[in-house]
């Protein structure tokens, strides 16, 4: 069974940091993209931040580049995000999500999902 797990979610000042891991378990990440999204009560989900497989290319949502970095370990098998200088408008539940295609914000190109893991950034 194909499983993402997210962890490292919780709460934080403005301004704090936090740091996201996504695991997978059931297959091996080496050969899938994956993709960071997060949704805040009563909006859409939209995509955060996306890393390629081969040349590890990395892709940011505008409002999020410069704070967030992306970045994979497949030894480890897993994915991460480093969120530095939160806001509160980064307070959302954020979901890993792989394919094996290529880097979209399109919801539907991804095929394995995680729960997603709680972030609460106050003022």
């Known amino acids: 069974q194909l499983q993402l797990v997210e962890s490292g979610g919780g709460s934080v000042q403005s301004g704090g940091s936090l740091r996201l891991s996504c695991a997978a378990s059931?297959?091996?990440?080496?050969?899938?993209?994956i993709n960071w999204f997060r949704q805040a009560p009563g909006k859409e989900r939209e995509g955060v931040s996306c890393?390629?497989?081969?040349?590890?290319?990395?892709y940011y949502l505008d409002s999020v580049k410069g704070r967030f970095t992306i970045s994979r370990d497949n030894a480890r098998n897993s994915v991460y995000l480093q969120m530095n200088s939160l806001k509160p408008e980064d307070t959302a539940v954020y979901y890993c999500?792989?394919?094996?295609?290529?880097?979209?914000?399109?919801?539907?190109?991804?095929?394995?999902w995680g729960r997603g893991t709680q972030v609460t950034v106050s003022s």
């Open positions: 890393i390629r497989t081969s040349n590890r290319t990395v």
């Open positions: 999500a792989a394919t094996l295609g290529d880097c979209s914000w399109d919801l539907y190109s991804y095929s394995v």
């Open positions: 059931g297959f091996t990440l080496d050969d899938y993209v």
